[in-house]
């Protein structure tokens, strides 16, 4: 409706039958028609509130018959000031000035604040924590109390769940009877400044780019340009927005641009590199990337510049690399090849070419497996193919026009992991396979020599030992004589086997072990057979405990030689009672073997040298060669070993030498055992 319906003609004659004052409130008196026709007299007092894109008046009616202090309201006039009340879209609210408690909210109020109506009437801002900024409030009261109205106060303010939202509060002071009251009307910005934000934002956006924006208009005239722009060229934005492209691109006439920004709109976008100038008349590369964009009806070259200069110099950079690079790959004395998966030569080296018979511009293109001999073209193919199936780099040897070649295949892979190429170094090794097996038969000879002194060694001390055995036959006779050959009778053996152990370690060294599967419980009783009969004359206590099941470790022949020399330490050096214990066992993919003795113990060095802590050297006789032996074999399977004393309240009372192996039943499974400590 509008204002003329509900007022008589007298009293609207379409202008404002009232004047606003200083405070944005005007009074005047009129008839109200109801709806039945009766002319009511009424005294009108109209509030204006300014919202900057529209002046809104909010109207409070009474009937003459009644003062305007009074607290009845006739019930037409109370409907209808709370029907403009209500149906406002902003939040509205009444508050008594003199205690600040709300006297009504509107429901707009209602979903910003998150109180209901009922909730916050006879209470106060303050009470429901309604601002964000006492300061703000402080401001705001005091420009209401010396203006008596405040227009467009930007704030925060909370809603019940403590959540801040930016508004912008109007407010008036306005008297009715004996009372001021304070009409309050809250516009929510959460929307307005949210896009208020992201232009500011999209338009910082553009500025702070590293990159050159222009606009430009199809006649090629500068729109717009964005700080990066005026920091490249020099121009100020004043000069750029009075130039056209031509003045910028000395490359372009004006008729050759005008007639590419045509091509532009009917591409829809392009890229084109070119020179752009400065004020100076330098000159520098640039990329540009173009977009037509059409806006109600006007259309726009969208424009995105890059100076290239660095690209241009990186290029430069790059080319001169790729020349190191060629004398880099022209200087090696190995042939170098790169190839695509078809065999496609794209690159090599004048070494290659050279063994090829040909040149490196010949070469490059051609197809690998059709300059090779047949029979290395087939080999050739099967290790390239293999190498871009599984990306695996391999090395094999094989040999060309009486030439043996140790040749590396490399996969070289793209971004995606797969590979794109393969990379052949080929070294001729003819002249080092022959100094190989020259240096190889000197080792035989080597060898043989050491063997035949051993078996000359081994000769004399059996010599010696045989006429020691004789002359003990008779030490009934003379019993010190016996002791004193029985002990000669040991050094010998120990010096047999000690050349015996230095034979055995050069070999270890150089050659490589050929495991087998071994019943460990035989090893162990062929152990203890030649203890026993070595300590014959101690008379030893061994004792033996070992799982039911069978025990199988992968090892060569010499195993048992570790079990000796481990019981042959344990027995040696107890003077009385010697004994022994044994204890197998298996768990975890692995077989362990503890050998325990009642002895004096041994030193830390040797404890060093069992669990590999001792280095090999010279003076390895006197931290124990047959232990370092032991520990060396050992390490060859793929085992562990480690020793610790045995002590009863602080007195060493023996020794445990323990060893760790793979169990061969795992390994047959292909099970991959971990090797637990020794210990």
Same mark, same amino acid.
């Given at each position: 409706m509008n204002i003329e319906d509900v007022l008589s003609p007298e009293g609207s004659d379409?202008?404002?039958?009232?004047?606003?004052?200083?405070?944005?409130?005007?009074?005047?008196?009129?008839?109200?028609?109801?709806?039945?026709?009766?002319?009511?007299?009424v005294d009108i007092r109209v509030v204006s509130i300014d919202e900057g894109e529209k002046l809104i008046y909010m109207a409070i009616i009474w009937e003459k018959s009644d003062p305007m202090n009074s607290k009845e309201e006739p019930?037409?006039?109370?409907?209808?000031?709370?029907?403009?009340?209500? =149906?406002?879209?902003?939040?509205?609210?009444?508050?008594?000035l003199k205690d600040g408690?709300?006297?009504?909210?509107?429901?707009?109020?209602?979903?910003?604040?998150?109180?209901?109506?009922?909730?916050?009437?006879?209470?106060? @801002?303050?009470?429901?924590?309604?601002?964000?900024?006492?300061?703000?409030?402080?401001?705001?009261? *005091?420009?209401?109390?010396?203006?008596?109205?405040?227009?467009?106060?930007?704030?925060? !303010? *909370?809603?019940?769940?403590?959540?801040?939202?930016?508004?912008?509060?109007?407010?008036?002071?306005?008297?009715?009877?004996?009372?001021?009251?304070?009409?309050?009307?809250?516009?929510?910005?959460?929307?307005?400044?949210?896009?208020?934000?992201?232009?500011?934002?999209?338009?910082? =956006? !553009?500025? *702070?780019?590293?990159?050159?924006?222009?606009?430009?208009?199809?006649?090629?005239? +500068?729109?717009?340009?964005?700080?990066?722009?005026?920091?490249y060229l020099g121009y100020t934005k004043k000069e750029l927005s009075r130039m056209y492209l031509?003045?910028?691109?000395? @490359?372009?006439?004006?008729?050759? !641009?005008?007639?590419?920004? *045509?091509?532009?709109?009917?591409?829809?976008?392009?890229?084109?590199? =070119?020179?752009?100038?400065?004020p100076d008349g330098r000159t520098f590369p640039a990329e540009v990337y173009l977009n037509h964009l059409e806006l109600d009806g006007e259309e726009i070259i969208f424009a995105f510049v890059r100076d290239i200069s660095e690209r241009r110099r990186m290029e430069n950079l790059l080319a001169k690399s790729r020349m190191f690079e060629r004398g880099l790959i022209d200087s090696t004395l190995d042939s170098l090849l790169l190839i695509n998966r078809e065999g496609v030569i794209l690159t090599c080296n004048a070494v290659a070419?050279?063994?090829?018979?040909?040149?490196?511009?010949?070469?490059?293109?051609?197809?690998?497996?059709?300059? !090779?001999?047949?029979?290395?073209?087939?080999?050739?193919?099967?290790?390239?193919e293999y190498v871009f199936s599984t990306g695996e780099n391999i090395q094999k040897e094989d040999s060309r026009d009486d030439i043996l070649f140790n040749t590396h295949f490399y996969a070289i892979k793209n971004m995606d992991d797969e590979v794109e190429y393969v990379s052949i170094f080929a070294k001729d090794i003819t002249d080092l396979r022959k100094k190989e097996e020259q240096a190889r038969m000197e080792k035989e000879r080597a060898e043989l020599y050491l063997d035949l002194l051993l078996h000359d060694i081994g000769n004399i001390h059996q010599g010696i030992i045989s006429g020691i055995q004789l002359a003990s036959m008779v030490r009934e006779e003379a019993d010190t004589l016996g002791k004193v050959l029985s002990s000669m009778e040991n050094l010998a053996k120990r010096s047999i086997s000690l050349t015996s152990?230095?034979?055995?370690?050069?070999?270890?060294?150089?050659?490589?072990?050929?495991?087998? +599967?071994?019943?460990?419980?035989?090893?162990?009783?062929?152990c203890l057979e030649r203890v026993r009969t070595d300590f014959m004359k101690k008379e030893p206590t061994i004792?033996?405990?070992?799982?039911?099941?069978?025990?199988?470790?992968?090892?060569d022949e010499h195993l048992e030689m570790v079990f000796h020399i481990l019981m042959d330490n344990a027995l040696r050096y107890q003077k009385k009672d010697p004994f022994l214990e044994l204890e197998l066992d298996r768990k975890d993919g692995c077989v362990y073997i503890h050998i325990r003795d009642r002895g004096p113990g041994i030193d830390e060095k040797q404890l060093d040298v069992i669990r590999g802590e001792q280095p090999l050297k010279k003076e390895a006789t006197r931290r124990g060669l047959g232990l370092i032996l032991a520990r060396t074999l050992v390490e060859r399977y793929g085992g562990d070993m480690d020793a610790s004393l045995i002590t009863d309240n602080g007195r060493i009372i023996g020794t445990d030498v323990s060893v760790i192996l793979k169990s061969a039943e795992g390994m047959q499974q292909g099970h991959d055992v971990d090797l637990p400590s020794a210990a």
């Open positions: 379409g202008s404002l039958p009232f004047e606003i004052n200083d405070d944005g409130i005007g009074e005047f008196s009129s008839r109200l028609k109801r709806a039945d026709g009766v002319d009511i007299p019930e037409e006039n109370s409907d209808l000031n709370r029907a403009a009340f209500m =149906t406002s879209h902003d939040p509205i609210m009444v508050s008594n408690k709300i006297i009504d909210v509107n429901d707009a109020f209602i979903p910003i604040s998150g109180w209901t109506r009922e909730e916050v009437i006879g209470r106060t @801002t303050m009470d429901i924590d309604l601002w964000c900024r006492i300061d703000d409030r402080k401001a705001y009261v *005091k420009e209401l109390e010396r203006m008596g109205k405040v227009r467009h106060f930007q704030t925060y !303010l *909370k809603d019940r769940n403590g959540d801040e939202h930016p508004v912008s509060l109007s407010a008036s002071i306005v008297t009715v009877g004996n009372e001021r009251y304070i009409v309050t009307i809250c516009r929510d910005l959460r929307d307005t400044w949210e896009l208020s934000r992201l232009k500011n934002l999209a338009f910082q =956006t !553009l500025e *702070k780019d590293d990159s050159m924006i222009l606009w430009i208009d199809m006649e090629g005239k +500068v729109y717009y340009v964005n700080e990066t722009v005026t920091g031509w003045d910028i691109y000395p @490359t372009y006439s004006k008729s050759k !641009l005008i007639n590419f920004l *045509k091509e532009v709109k009917e591409k829809g976008s392009t890229s084109v590199e =070119t020179v752009m100038k400065r070419a050279e063994r090829l018979g040909r040149t490196v511009e010949q070469l490059i293109g051609m197809n690998l497996y059709a300059i !090779l001999p047949d029979d290395v073209a087939r080999r050739r193919r099967e290790w390239i152990n230095i034979l055995l370690l050069s070999r270890l060294n150089r050659e490589d072990i050929i495991p087998k +599967v071994r019943d460990l419980n035989i090893v162990i009783d062929r004792e033996i405990r070992k799982p039911s099941e069978m025990l199988f470790v992968q090892a």
